[in-house]
């Protein structure tokens, strides 16, 4: 890859910080503790000489067959760019450059972002969350499709298919979905998210909040999909679930512009859990449980 | 591309040189895990042997190709291959691998391996470095990943250097004009090698004087200090010497054996990124790393002492 990485450098180095300079190349491989070796991906950066982080990125797979990850990752990328083109947040993601898939071999370009992760946790929250809602709340401006309680209690129906679990356990998570409040009037915009909204995917720099790891966007848009995932990853870092769920959502859907009570939370992140569920199906520790488990260790996280 | 006929040939395999087994697991367990396959299976062996005999399954031990100019026509020479790690990623990405190995049983469980995962690019033989049959100019990559320093325990030179030499020429023989050669290996001084032991089977030995080492070695072992490791300095003018003038050199973390992280030696910036961005956070070592990160002189001095190269040198 790194011949046609070079060859690609070369013919645009408007690219570069300082075109002209010399280039030197650092690969970092992504652990792969959830996935095959084949399906993480392998990352070259691009540095320019004297400059002290990289200005380009490299993402590929060890194979060309696993190269959906690294299509979808560039696809993820340019649909988010789209969405914050002109905008104050243009900057929140890395921009997609280029895309080579020939010749048996894929891989992508993108920027880099700037920033380092978390360290003062209190006041880097409060900016991750100001921030990622101001980014949301974008987008909602540019959008007119909504959620309305139908469309909910449908996708809510076909997660519950998807998870693979038995009628009656299906069942179950039916029956516990219906059995929530939930605010026949609610409206919500559809939006597109991270996908994957974590400390770990989140760098600070200055005043400003970059987002990485692009390749699970779009994975749900249902509000709230991704602040849900920040609560629920980073809790006992960031504080309860419940206690930030409370003290952010209203915030969050009021400016989106959406249309929910309070007391609807709990019907939608109940499908944002199941949704997170579908997305970790792969994993053993998410396979082989019953209705009643998934709906008491739902019970368990929001009752906190 | 051979230059000359193998001494015998056993089960579709040429030997060049004489068996010699190496390698962490006994030889016996080996053919055990050779008759399994044979017996019950490929499938019943890596429910078996998943993890063991160095994780043989694992795919990122080549991961340095990506900083390695290859292509789907690319021919490769493996030395030392082992049980595979390198040549099956490898294969996968390039047009043909040779595979050479000292030990028999290696190089059949790779052929089998080969078989199994459809790989018909992957060609193995037994043979020693010194002992090779090929034409000059034949590869666009030859492979040295834990080998170099293994090459000056043998008989046939005085002075392990002058082995490892020996080998670095007939690498620059073997390779293309513009093809690259790639050594994975130890440094010298690592820090590691405070706690841990030599290739000598002490520690310590690799910080020695040479000539120290060998009396300190020959009195403990009973046998000469033969595994060289050098500094970065040290394995530049070797490679000087053996006709390579063109090196580029990386800091591989957390080994040259698992290429997770390899970060340009010339670069300091880049280190201190690696440093500040990637390396766990946990631990007091990595806490100190990332200290240091802050003051480039000090990551110089970090650098020497940093556990292995990754080495990708042009001809």
């Not at chain 1, 991906?41 to 067959?65: D, M």
């Not at chain 2, 040939?9 to 080996?30: H, M, N, Q, T």
Request: aromatic share 14%.
């Amino acid at each position: 890859m790194i011949s046609w990485l070079k060859q690609v450098m070369g013919e645009n180095p408007n690219w570069l910080r300082k075109p002209g300079s010399s280039l030197s190349f650092m690969k970092m491989s992504t652990p792969e503790p959830e996935y095959g070796a084949e399906e993480s991906k392998v990352l070259v950066f691009v540095f320019e000489e004297g400059e002290r982080r990289p200005t380009i990125c490299a993402k590929t797979t060890r194979t060309y067959s696993a190269g959906e990850v690294i299509r979808n990752n560039y696809s993820n990328l340019q649909s988010l760019a789209e969405g914050v083109r002109g905008s104050v947040y243009a900057d929140m993601f890395a921009k997609p450059l280029y895309l080579h898939d020939k010749d048996n071999l894929v891989f992508s370009l993108e920027s880099v972002c700037p920033g380092v992760k978390f360290s003062l946790l209190e006041r880097d929250t409060a900016l991750v969350i100001e921030k990622y809602i101001g980014w949301q709340s974008h987008l909602a401006t540019s959008t007119e499709k909504t959620w309305g309680s139908g469309d909910i209690t449908d996708l809510a129906n076909k997660t519950i298919k998807t998870l693979g679990l038995s009628g009656d356990s299906a069942l179950v998570l039916s029956n516990y979905y219906k059995h929530l409040a939930f605010d026949s009037n609610v409206k919500l915009p559809v939006l597109v998210q991270h996908g994957d909204f974590t400390l770990d995917n989140v760098l600070i720099y200055g005043e400003q909040i970059n987002l990485i790891d692009y390749d699970h966007v779009g994975i749900s848009k249902l509000p709230g999909f991704d602040l849900f995932n920040l609560f629920l990853k980073s809790e006992g870092r960031i504080g309860l679930l419940r206690t930030n769920c409370e003290r952010y959502l209203p915030q969050y859907f009021g400016k989106i512009g959406a249309r929910i009570a309070p007391e609807s939370y709990d019907s939608i992140l109940f499908v944002h859990y199941l949704q997170e569920r579908q997305r970790k199906m792969h994993l053993e520790a998410y396979q082989e449980k019953s209705g009643e488990e998934i709906v008491n260790s739902f019970r368990s996280l929001v009752a906190k | 591309m051979n230059n000359k006929a193998p001494v015998k040939v056993i089960e579709g395999i040429p030997f060049f040189s004489d068996d010699r087994y190496w390698g962490k697991a006994p030889k016996e367990e080996l053919e055990k895990a050779l008759a399994i396959i044979e017996e019950k299976g490929w499938d019943e062996f890596k429910a078996r042997y998943r993890d063991r005999f160095d994780s043989t399954f694992e795919e990122n031990r080549a991961d340095w190709r990506f900083v390695v100019p290859l292509s789907g026509e690319s021919f490769v020479l493996d030395i030392g291959a082992g049980m595979g790690r390198i040549s099956v990623p490898l294969a996968r990405a390039v047009k043909k691998i040779i595979a050479v190995d000292n030990s028999f049983l290696r190089m059949k469980f790779l052929k089998l391996r080969a078989e199994k995962e459809n790989l018909n690019n992957i060609e193995v033989c037994v043979g020693d470095i010194f002992d090779l049959p090929f034409e000059r100019e034949s590869f666009d990559l030859i492979v040295m990943n834990g080998v170099l320093e293994w090459v000056g325990v043998t008989d046939r030179f005085s002075n392990p250097s002058e082995a490892q030499i020996a080998s670095l020429k007939i690498c620059h023989e073997l390779l293309k004009p513009g093809g690259h050669l790639y050594i994975g290996i130890e440094n010298r001084f690592a820090f590691a090698y405070l706690r841990a032991i030599d290739h000598s089977g002490l520690r310590f030995t690799s910080y020695l004087p040479r000539w120290l080492a060998n009396i300190y070695t020959l009195f403990r072992r009973g046998k000469r200090y033969q595994a060289f490791t050098y500094t970065k300095s040290g394995y530049d003018k070797l490679l000087q010497k053996g006709g390579f003038a063109d090196t580029t050199f990386y800091l591989t973390y957390p080994g040259y054996n698992l290429p997770r992280l390899m970060i340009p030696y010339d670069n300091i910036n880049a280190f201190a990124y690696a440093v500040r961005t990637f390396l766990p956070s946990i631990g007091w070592k990595r806490k100190v790393a990332r200290f240091l990160a802050r003051w480039p002189l000090l990551l110089r001095v970090y650098r020497y002492f940093f556990f292995s190269f990754g080495m990708v040198v042009k001809k």
